[in-house]
Structures are given as structure tokens and as C-alpha cells.
């Protein structure tokens, strides 16, 4: 994970520096550090946030026009100050921030110290940073040279932005497999793990591949690779605006993107269905379509919340293409030899489109000759770029570590393939197409609908907020949501929360029930109605206290449930994208009363570059 930012111009670095690095803190927020160039150099770092950082450099006057930052989240050493990036090597010549594990880095460092060369923090980074010294000082070697050699020795993954001391004209900047981005600018040039500190400044960037070597000047920019051939840099236009990144008024950006999320899906499907909803066109999956139509398995890979849209979207998909489906975590996938065979479609989700095990999914997948499909929300990241085809969700920047509109968005993406493949397989009928279609039109209403909810969740939360266990059920499309919901509310509130398909609750987790356990039925299916009702009863007849979302209109649940939470009826395949909104309103609620960092919680990182 962490974060990185670089400046080279003839501003001054620091205010952009900072700048872009609190932007930056969903990737890690354990410390902070920044190189200032001018004349001199000079380092700052700190353990905690960017704005303890920025109240330590504003003690002093320095400032230059070439500087890097970094926020981390922390792998090797625990985050306090000497463990803090920028690491900076044993002679002072060369300062390195790095994003990313270098795994082979136990093994470089009893070979430098075998040397005399002294460590003074407990980093890989520090590693780095030594061994380029090391090669630059030995080898008498360029700092250019001294780098890519470096780079060819190390193992593992890095997004690095250095300076070398005796060359301050310039920033080295150089990935394998984390990412980063250069923002193209006139007479300034900027780096960063992501585009949101750059758009400000230009829209104009080249994301770095792997093995990629920057060599980034103000008024120049030289892309070379770590292998010996160099490259033509490729500039995009990046399509992302500054108050897309803003709080707009909310309290945090958990609750605005909560309350986007209307708007999110509709640019889900804005321009992919036909505007007498006729059909669905996925321009993105257009070169697949035929193969995955004929697929005999489908596979879906993700973490953390992108699984449980994948969960969500297995159900979705057997229903409507009757193509069997799996769904695994992509860090089991890629370690345990998966069955694959030609012609079957790998799925992968992903907010991000950096997480480094789901990138490894893919690259396993492919090696094995499947045909890979990304669902990303991040336009131009890593798995886009790795997949055969796939669909970009349109959902904004995600900047909440919780994912919220991720999810609907990503469930909407695998709503839309299903239909569409469904209706080319012949497994479902035009009627049929359209009415799903319509119905996919009018959720973004919908969605509007279930957030006036918003006020009662509030209302629930001060009654739940100092409970220390909860349980979430839910049956068919609401198991899924069910996971979703226990998620939301352990990362953020820090509550133990487990999801559950509501009738294993007899097997086990019906043992925890008594008058101190809040559960959380999640009760609008219409399929398995009657069984979720009996499911309640067995709750109250052991005194659990129960939370039931419900179908608008519901008396029948109302009568027996604690309290209930309403969101409109809808068709089965979007019902979880309406039932979850009352979890995650109810997540945030709990969480900002305990006084918990709703936007940054401890330990987690919105982006999980490391595996
Ligand atoms: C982290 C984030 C989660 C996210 C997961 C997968 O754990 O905190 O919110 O669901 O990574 O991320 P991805 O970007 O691949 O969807």
C-alpha cells in the first residue's frame, strides 16, 4: 500500500507535496515523510498523519521546488519515526520512498552489512536505498546506472520515487508492480501513486508499466526500462476532476459516497443500455463476448468487498445464463493450482484494479488459458491493463477505505453481463431482457428511496452503538449482503460481526443468541420469504434482539422484528444493491457515535498492493 507523491518545477513542492499526499492517506496513515531540494536537502518525517507532518514542516521555513512525500502502512518495522519513508542511504546519497515489499531484502542486507554498510531502521526500503549507494559508490556508477542495476538484483514489488543528492535535477521514479502515475506538466512534471494529486495541476499523465525507469526533469521526461530497451512514454488524458475529490459538505467520504451511490449506478449503465431499453451493449466486453457466451465455467476472483460482489454476482449469473460459476478469493486461487481449462472466463473485481492478489489471480488464469475479464472502478490501474477485456464501472473516486459504492456499482456491471449473455444464450426471453432492463433503469430512484433511511439508522445506532458482537443473515441474493453488511460493520466500528446464511444459524451461531446479541436480518427476498420469517422467530424465541430490512410495506416482519429498516421493492437480481444501503448507513452511523476514524480505520488500507 502506501502512498506516494513527487514534485519537480519551479513551484514550491511542499504545499503540493502535502497536498497530494493527503489525498493519498486511504492507501496508509500510519506515518509520513517528505525530501525538500533547494541547494541543500532536507528530510521530515513523523509518525501518525499527514497533518502531523504538515504541522512539523510548517515549524520550519524550507521549502524547494523538487520534493517527494510518502504515507504508509506500514510491512517491515512498526510505523514510528525512524521506519518512516523517505529511508535515506548510508552516505546521504540517495533518499527513496517505496510502495511495495522487497522481498529478497533480509538477504541484501547481511550481504551490505558484511560490507560495514550500518542500518539504522528496520525497512527493506532502507535496503534499497543502501544497495544503490552501494553499486553507485563501488561501481562508480551513475545514480541512473546504480538504480537499474539495483532494481535488477531486488525481488519483489516497488513503486519508487528517488533522489540522488548529487543529481537534484531530477527524480527517478520506477514500478514493478505498484503502481504509479506521472502527471505531464508545462515546465513542471509531477509523480504519484494515483492521478487524484495530479488532476489539479494537469490532466494530462503516463501510467508507468512494470520495470518502467522515469527519469522525470522539469522540463523533460525520459522513459526508459530496468531491461535493456527503452521506450516510447504514451500519454493519456485523464478523466477525473478536482471536486471529485472533496467532501462536497459531508462529514466524511464514507457518507457522501453512500449517498452517490444513485448517481454512481446510473453512470454504470449510462450509455450501455439502449435508450428504448431494448438492450444492454458492454462496448468493453465486445471482443469476448462470443467466448464467454460459449464458456462452460465462469470463475469470479476478488477480495474483500469486490468478493462479495462476486458472490452476489454468482447467483445473479446461474440464474440468468445458467453457466455454472465459482467464486474464490484470489489470494486462495492463485496458491493452490485451480482447474482451468481453455475457454473458461476468469472474472476478476476489483475497486481499486491494484490489489496485488487478485492481480496475481489474473496472472495465473491467463498463464492457464483462460480468458480474463476485469470489473474495475479505476480507470487506467493495473488489471485493465492485464485483462483480456472488461468494464469499467464509472463509480468516481473511492476515497472511504470502506467500499460502498463499489460494490452496488460492481454488482449493477455483473447485473448488466448477465443479462446480456443471458439473452444471447437464449437462457432468458426478450420479455424477459426488457423488463430486467427496466427495472435496472429505475434502481438509481430506488436507491434515492432506501436512503431516507438514513435518519432511523441513526436512531438505531444510538441504541446499538456499545454492543460488542452482531449478526447478519440473509438467504439466496442476501447471503452475500448479509457478509457485506458484518463487514462494513467490523472494519469501521470495530465491532465483532459475523454474516451468515441464516438457515446454518441452526448449526452453530444460533448458540450466541440471547438478549445482548443484535441480528441483523436482512428479509426482502420473496423466494425464501416464509423461511426467513421462521428464521426471525427462532431468533426472538431465544430473546435475540432483531433488526429486520424489509420490503416497504412489510407489517407482517414488522410485528415480530426489534426495529425494522425499509427499502423499496425491486426485482431478485438488484435486491441486494437496495438492501445493502440500510447496512452501510447503519455501519457509519454506529461507527462515527464510537468515535471511530470512519474514513481511515486502523490497521486497513483502501489499497492493497502487498500480498
Ligand atoms: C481492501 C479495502 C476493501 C476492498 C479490498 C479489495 O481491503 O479496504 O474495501 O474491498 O481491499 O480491494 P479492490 O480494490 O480489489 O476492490
Same mark, same amino acid.
Do not use: A, E, H
Given at each position: 500500500m502506501c502512498g506516494i507523491v513527487g514534485y519537480i518545477g519551479s513551484k514550491a513542492a511542499r504545499e503540493i507535496v502535502i497536498k497530494g499526499l493527503k489525498l493519498l492517506e486511504y492507501r496508509g496513515y500510519d506515518s509520513a515523510g517528505m525530501a525538500l531540494v533547494n541547494g541543500e536537502t532536507r528530510i521530515f518525517k513523523c509518525k501518525g498523519r499527514v497533518e502531523d507532518l504538515e504541522k512539523m514542516v510548517s515549524n520550519s521555513d524550507f521549502n524547494g521546488t523538487l520534493g517527494m512525500g510518502h504515507t504508509r502502512w506500514a510491512t517491515h518495522g512498526e510505523p514510528n519515526e525512524l521506519n518512516a519513508h523517505p529511508q535515506v542511504s548510508h552516505k546521504g546519497n540517495f533518499i527513496v520512498v517505496h510502495n511495495g515489499i522487497i522481498e529478497n531484502y533480509a538477504l541484501i542486507k547481511k550481504h551490505l552489512q558484511g560490507k560495514g554498510i550500518q542500518f539504522s531502521s528496520q525497512t527493506d526500503t532502507e535496503v534499497l536505498a543502501n544497495l544503490i549507494e552501494h553499486l553507485y559508490v563501488e561501481g562508480d556508477l551513475t545514480a541512473e546506472e546504480a538504480i537499474t542495476l539495483a532494481l535488477n538484483r531486488v525481488e519483489g514489488a516497488y513503486g519508487l520515487v528517488i533522489i540522488c543528492t548529487k543529481e537534484t535535477d531530477r527524480l527517478f521514479a520506477a514500478r514493478k508492480g505498484s503502481p504509479l502515475v506521472i502527471g505531464v506538466g508545462d515546465g513542471e512534471n509531477f509523480i504519484a501513486s494515483d492521478a487524484t494529486p495530479i488532476v489539479e495541476y494537469t490532466q494530462r499523465v503516463i501510467y508507468l508499466k512494470d520495470d518502467d525507469l522515469a527519469i522525470i526533469k522539469k522540463d523533460e521526461l525520459v522513459l526508459k526500462t530496468v531491461r535493456p530497451k527503452n521506450i516510447e512514454p504514451e500519454v493519456k488524458e485523464v478523466d477525473l476532476k478536482i471536486g471529485e475529490i472533496d467532501k462536497e459538505g459531508y462529514a466524511h467520504f464514507m457518507l457522501k459516497e453512500i449517498f452517490e451511490q444513485p448517481r454512481a449506478i446510473h453512470d454504470t449503465f449510462r450509455g450501455r443500455v439502449l435508450p428504448d431499453h431494448s438492450g444492454i451493449m458492454l462496448g468493453g466486453l465486445h471482443s469476448e463476448l462470443e467466448n464467454i457466451s460459449r464458456a462452460e465455467k465462469v470463475i469470479i476472483v476478488a477480495c474483500g468487498t469486490s468478493y462479495h460482489a462476486g458472490l452476489l454476482g454468482e447467483y445473479i449469473f446461474e440464474e440468468y445464463t445458467r453457466i455454472p460459476v465459482e467464486v474464490e478469493y484470489a489470494s486462495e486461487f492463485r496458491y493452490r493450482d485451480p482447474i482451468i481449462k481453455n475457454g473458461d472466463i476468469v472474472i476478476a473485481i476489483s475497486q481499486s484494479g491494484e490489489t496485488a492478489d487478485t492481480l496475481a489471480a489474473i496472472r495465473i488464469a491467463r498463464e492457464k488459458g483462460a480468458k480474463v475479464i476485469g470489473i474495475c472502478? %479505476? %480507470?487506467?490501474?493495473s488489471i485493465p491493463r492485464e485483462t483480456d477485456a472488461g468494464v469499467y464501472t464509472h463509480a468516481g473516486p473511492e476515497i472511504g477505505v470502506a467500499s460502498t459504492k463499489a460494490f452496488t456499482t460492481q454488482v449493477t456491471v455483473l447485473a448488466m453481463m448477465a443479462f446480456e449473455i443471458g439473452f444471447l444464450r437464449g437462457t432468458i426471453t426478450g420479455d424477459r431482457y426488457r423488463e430486467l432492463i427496466d427495472e435496472l433503469v429505475s434502481v438509481p430512484s430506488k436507491i434515492e428511496k432506501a436512503l431516507q433511511v438514513n435518519e432511523q439508522a441513526l436512531e438505531l445506532a444510538r441504541i446499538y452503538q456499545n454492543k460488542r458482537n452482531a449478526l447478519y443473515l440473509g438467504r439466496g441474493y442476501l447471503f452475500p449482503v448479509a457478509l457485506e453488511g458484518a463487514l462494513k460493520l467490523k472494519e469501521i466500528s470495530y465491532i465483532h460481526a459475523e454474516g451468515y446464511p441464516a438457515a446454518e444459524m441452526k448449526h452453530g451461531p444460533i448458540a450466541l443468541i440471547d438478549e445482548d446479541m443484535p441480528v441483523v436480518v436482512v428479509a426482502t427476498s420473496d423466494n425464501t420469504y416464509d423461511k426467513i420469517v421462521s428464521n426471525i422467530q427462532e431468533i426472538k424465541a431465544r430473546k435475540g434482539s432483531v433488526i429486520a430490512i424489509v420490503t416497504e410495506g412489510d407489517e407482517f416482519i414488522r410485528k415480530m422484528a426489534d426495529y425494522v429498516l425499509e427499502v423499496p421493492e425491486t426485482l431478485p437480481p438488484f435486491s441486494g444493491i437496495l438492501a445493502v444501503i440500510p447496512l452501510q448507513l447503519l455501519s457509519y452511523h454506529i461507527a462515527v457515535l464510537r468515535g471511530c476514524n470512519v474514513d481511515q480505520p486502523r490497521n486497513l488500507a483502501k489499497s492493497v498492493t502487498v500480498e
Open positions: 472502478n %479505476v %480507470v487506467g490501474s
